[in-house]
């Protein structure tokens, strides 16, 4: 039997949850889910400054959004835990002890001072600064003497010189690094907590990952773990490094392009389909050409073949068209609930409406959703159900009004309106055939000025569908503000 698939997500908890983690957590996700393997939620805690509890919360709470779940992990456990990699520190010191033992590993007394002063210098020099080894061969004196000035040493790794470090990784091919271009690095800092280098690997192997898929910035970090790998005997993982993420001017993607945290997303009414469709598409591609997949479709599709080595370009105006079809496929009550917050804050509703009320907001909203790609265009797509008093839109709006037909348009369809019994679309419409019918006049010099005259506007929604949302005595009312401010009288 073919060994079992296991990936993992490792975030560190260090601050908002950011598209490029979603993304990197979605591949190792469906990948999993396509292999019948394992996914694995380990937090990668120990930058202890920066960690923190409500990051974490932030990540767990954005992957269940997406619907990412994990087989093991934190909150889950597993048989691997912990999943902190804080609470594994005595499990890491066991292989420090044994690097060195062996001496793969030694101690290192420089100070911060004496670290920044070797990289100036080499800099000076035109010189890649690293760490040349001053504390490699220290003589027991010398350590004693060290430790008698109070020093706090950290470990280092031992590189060895001159050794090929090639690999290939699942995106790129084959990759090379020289050995000697990196300097030993260090594994424990002086506070006894491992570096990322160095707990990673001892983790992705005591978890029994078979597939390390993370983004592209850690591909420069592999040649130090594969050096970890070959010093512990630890079977290597197979790597997929996926491309960056730039925005739609090919600068890597940051603050400038816009959202770029999963959770402002969420907050902007974006659905978890649409986002995951999307982060999907970023970097991998189907052989075909859909571009529409359900969760189900997806897992079928993917493949790491179809991952790119390239840069994916981060196309919000796409991530609108995806999300816009899921928006669509929203049943009324979805989609009064997505748009519910949005309204809320828009000020257009309380949380608690009731009856007549709710039913009204509820047809109000309802005529948005053809209409928009996220929750948080709604408001501004139904609010001249709000605001009787508005301004016209444009000049041409307002000389709309100033037609010599309008007094007398005006007149009739108010009178009309008043006469009805009820108003609904096809009470509008009979309306406006018996004004047309009356006065002879195309149908435009009937419509416009009703429109222009209600909205401020010289498009939008169809006047059989505002009409009876506005109700006679608000239209009414519009027209009349209307026409006064385009200084013009009714007939
Ligand atoms: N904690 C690392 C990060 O968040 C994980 C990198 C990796 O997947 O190895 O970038």
Redesign the pocket.
């Known amino acids: 039997m073919d060994k079992e698939i296991r990936v ?5 908890p260090t601050g908002p949850f950011h598209i490029g ?1 979603a993304r ?1 957590a979605l591949f190792n996700w469906l990948l999993a889910r396509k292999m019948g393997g394992k996914m694995v939620l380990r937090i ?1 805690d120990t930058d202890v400054e920066r960690s923190t509890p409500e990051s974490e919360e932030n990540i767990k709470a954005a992957l269940k959004w997406l619907g990412l779940d994990w087989d093991e992990g934190i909150d889950v456990g597993g048989p691997y835990g912990p999943y902190r990699q804080m609470e594994r520190l005595d499990i890491y010191k066991k292989y420090t002890d044994k690097l060195l033992a062996e001496g793969k590993a030694y101690y290192c007394y420089c100070t911060p001072q004496e670290l920044d002063a070797e990289r100036e210098a080499l800099t000076a020099k035109s010189m890649m600064p690293r760490y040349m080894g001053k504390c490699r061969n220290l003589s027991p004196e010398q350590i004693e003497a060290y430790k008698a000035e109070g020093r706090k040493p950290s470990i280092r790794f031992r590189v060895p010189e001159g050794e090929k470090l090639t690999f290939v990784d699942m995106v790129r091919g084959e990759v090379s690094f020289e050995s000697d271009g990196i300097g030993d690095f260090v594994i424990v800092k002086s506070d006894g907590i491992p570096t ?1 280098n160095y707990a ?1 690997v001892i983790d992705d192997s005591l978890m029994h990952i078979t597939h ?1 898929i ?2 592209e ?2 591909l420069s ?1 592999t040649p130090r773990q594969l050096l970890i790998y070959d010093a512990l005997n630890f079977e290597r993982p197979q790597f997929g490094h996926i491309s960056l993420i730039l925005g739609k001017d090919k600068k890597k993607m940051s603050k400038r392009h816009g959202a770029t945290s999963v959770d402002q997303y969420r907050q902007m009414g974006y659905l978890p389909e649409g986002l995951v469709n999307f982060l999907a598409l970023l970097g991998w591609a189907p052989s075909s050409e859909q571009e529409i997949f359900t969760e189900e479709e997806l897992i079928k599709a993917f493949s790491m073949e179809h991952v790119a080595k390239n840069p994916a370009v981060f196309d919000v105006d796409k991530l609108n068209w995806i999300n816009q079809h899921y928006m669509r496929k929203l049943t009324a009550e979805e989609f009064f609930a997505a748009a519910k917050p949005h309204m809320i804050s828009a000020g257009y509703m309380t949380g608690t409406e009731q009856g007549e009320k709710l039913a009204w907001l509820e047809k109000v909203v309802a005529t948005a959703k053809e209409q928009v790609s996220f929750g948080a265009e709604i408001p501004r797509v139904v609010g001249m159900y709000f605001a009787d008093d508005f301004d016209f839109e444009t000049t041409e709006a307002e000389a709309v009004l100033k037609e010599d037909s309008v007094p007398m348009v005006m007149k009739m369809f108010i009178d009309e309106l008043q006469a009805a019994p009820i108003i609904d679309g096809s009470v509008v419409k009979g309306i406006f055939k018996s004004i047309q019918k009356a006065t002879k006049f195309g149908g435009k010099l009937v419509y416009m000025p009703v429109r222009v005259a209600l909205t401020g506007n010289q498009h939008g929604p169809e006047l059989v569908e505002i009409i009876p949302l506005l109700g006679v005595e608000r239209s009414i009312k519009r027209i009349k503000n209307s026409l006064e401010k385009a200084g013009i009288s009714l007939a």
Request: charged content about 25%.
């Open positions: 993992r997500f490792a975030p560190s983690g990197s990668e990322y990673v390390v993370r983004a910035e850690h970090n």
